[in-house]
């Protein structure tokens, strides 16, 4: 069965820092790659996707993915985090048969963002 | 509203009785979907609805648990004789076909006594 990984579980940044939170995923083909950003007591909110093409992909809010496929990997990234940045990241898989998609989403466990002043 | 509605956002209940859990989807999103997030499970995938199609339910975790879209919008989750297992925050989503970007409602936190 599919799986994804995010090997962080709590990540601690500094205002103004940069940011990689980490996603492996696997699977045989390529899913489509998602992530989202949860605060407390909210839903989830999409962060950006990716389907194919550009393995650079942009969100909202100025972050940035990549998809390394030699990797296995969908990082999510930003060069400067802001403080209203703490939330929790979900890394999230659509697997796919020919560009089919299954339909629902597998999630990895979430990491916690805590940004210090 | 422009996105996915939940209700109730919360619900207390206890251990034995039956719930039911609603979800508006965002309008003419066609893919629904129920999913539940606990803190030793993560976030789980329950059931799917898709148009007129039969309903994924690959997810539900027992018999206890079903799902109807009526109309195809709104859809309801029912819970019967909970379980303190139950306990969870029960998120909504749709989008506007499968494979499509999914959409979240904030959420109807079950808590059973």
């Known amino acids: 069965a599919q799986s994804v990984t995010q090997p962080d579980i709590h990540i601690t940044v500094s205002e103004g820092a940069s940011l990689e939170l980490r996603c492996n995923y696997s699977?045989?083909?390529?899913?489509?790659l998602f992530w989202y950003v949860q605060s407390p007591g909210q839903g989830l909110q999409l962060l950006l996707k990716?389907?194919?093409?550009?393995?650079l992909v942009q969100g909202i809010k100025g972050f940035e993915a990549e998809f390394k496929r030699s990797q296995s990997s969908f990082n999510l990234r930003k060069p400067s985090v802001h403080w209203s940045d703490a939330a929790e990241y979900f890394c999230a898989v659509d697997v796919n048969a020919g560009g089919t998609s299954y339909g629902k989403l597998t999630f990895g466990q979430g990491t916690i963002l805590t940004v210090h002043p | 509203g422009a996105g996915v509605s939940q209700s109730p956002s919360n619900k207390v209940t206890e251990k034995g009785k039956d719930v039911e859990l609603r979800c508006d989807p965002i309008s003419g999103h066609t893919a629904l979907y129920w999913y539940r997030q606990s803190l030793g499970q993560g976030l789980e995938f329950l059931i799917y609805?898709?148009?007129?199609?039969?309903?994924?339910k690959s997810g539900l975790p027992s018999d206890r648990f079903s799902a109807e879209r009526t109309g195809g919008s709104v859809s309801t989750l029912t819970i019967q004789r909970t379980q303190q297992e139950d306990s969870a925050v029960y998120l909504c989503a749709s989008s506007s076909d499968r494979g499509q970007p999914q959409h979240f409602g904030d959420g109807t936190r079950l808590s059973i006594l």
């Open positions: 609805f898709q148009g007129n199609s039969a309903p994924d």
């Open positions: 990716y389907f194919s093409g550009d393995t």
């Open positions: 699977y045989g083909a390529t899913p489509y």
